[in-house]
Structures are given as C-alpha cells and as structure tokens.
C-alpha cells in the first residue's frame, strides 16, 4: 500500500524509480531536496527527456514535487505530469533551492506555497518529554 512520505524516506527515495500521474516513468532519483524547516523531502530531480534530445540521450536535470507523492516497492508515484515535468524551468545552480526559484516551481506545476510556519497557530507537540525524563518538560520529541 503506499504511504505518504516523511523524512525517513529519504534513504528509500535516493534509489526509488519515478512515475508521474499520467504513467510515464521518468527513471530514478537523482537527488532529493529537504525542507530546512520540517527536514520533509520535497522536491526529487529526475532526468527527464525532452523531444529536442535524440533518443537514448540521459535527459536533462528537472524538478519534481514530492507533495502528495506516494512511495510504495521502489516506487516513487508523483502528481506532476509528463508534460509538465518536460517543460519544467531549468534548475538553479548550487544545492539549496530559493524561495524565488520554489515558488516558480510550484507555480510551473500547478501548486501553491505551503503556509509560512511563523503565521500559522501551532498546534501542541504529538509527544512531549515529561518532568524528570530525559528532556525538559514540553520539549518536542523526535526520533534520532
């Protein structure tokens, strides 16, 4: 059955294949994007052909989305189609991606930005250290 992701994919997703919405099978992940607050996986870079490139070339580097992306068997299902993903805008340089260049992304597949964490209310932690445990009181757990 597939499962929502979560940071614990990560290792799952470095090696997992890609398919997108519509069926087409973009090959495996290339790299994996985090989130720098939540640590969630949220974006995947895949090689993704475009009919410019002669056939059996590897493709160019694309984004795409991991929201609402399902991994199940080595599976990775993602709501992007292949139209999308092969007109995807050119990835920026370096490893960390820019609230500019996320926002033309998510804007590119359809997707809108997540809330800002700072104006959404907080919801008490799932699980919290008890007096005298190994944290302080109220401390978010988390696994290691």
């Given at each position: 059955m597939?499962?929502?992701?979560?940071?614990?994919?990560?290792l799952l997703l470095s090696r997992a294949g890609v398919v997108t919405a519509d069926g087409h099978d973009l090959g495996p992940v290339v790299d994996l994007y985090f989130d720098d607050l939540t640590g969630q996986?949220?974006?995947?870079?895949v090689r993704a052909a475009t009919p410019a490139l002669p056939s059996g070339s590897p493709g160019r580097l694309a984004l795409v989305p991991l929201r609402s992306a399902t991994y199940s068997?080595?599976?990775?299902?993602v709501v992007a189609i292949a139209e999308q993903v092969a007109g995807v805008p050119a990835l920026?340089?370096?490893?960390?991606l820019g609230g500019l260049d996320e926002r033309r992304l998510l804007a590119h597949y359809g997707l809108t930005a997540p809330a800002d964490p700072a104006t959404?209310?907080?919801a008490p932690a799932a699980r919290?250290?008890?007096a005298g445990s190994d944290g302080p009181a109220g401390q978010e757990?988390?696994?290691a």
């Open positions: 597939p499962s929502p992701l979560t940071e614990h994919h990560g996986p949220t974006w995947a870079t068997r080595g599976v990775l299902r920026p340089s370096g490893d960390h959404v209310p907080q919290t250290a008890e757990l988390t696994p």
